[in-house]
Structure formats: structure tokens, C-alpha cells
């Protein structure tokens, strides 16, 4: 029985793709009709 592995890899992708789905919504929004690449030094 491999349940814990099989548990953790899915929590670990279900993270991997809650914080992209995230980070890709927020750059989405913050750039608006501008579809490039965000720049981290335009945030800070």
C-alpha cells in the first residue's frame, strides 16, 4: 500500500496548480490587455 505517496503527490500538485492558477490570474489581471511575461521589478 503506497496511500501515503499517492496522498502526497496529489496534494503536492493540487498546490503546484492552486499557486500557479494564482500567480497566472494575478499577472493576468495586473497586466491587462498585455499578455507579456510579468516583471517582478515593476511590483516592488
Do not use: H, K, N, W
Not at 2 to 31: E, N, Q
Request: aromatic letters at 6%.
Amino acid at each position: 500500500m503506497r496511500l501515503r505517496y499517492i496522498i502526497a503527490a496529489i496534494l503536492c500538485g493540487a498546490s503546484l496548480v492552486l499557486m500557479s492558477t494564482l500567480l497566472y490570474s494575478s499577472a493576468m489581471a495586473d497586466s491587462g490587455p498585455d499578455f507579456g511575461p510579468p516583471s517582478p521589478c515593476e511590483e516592488q
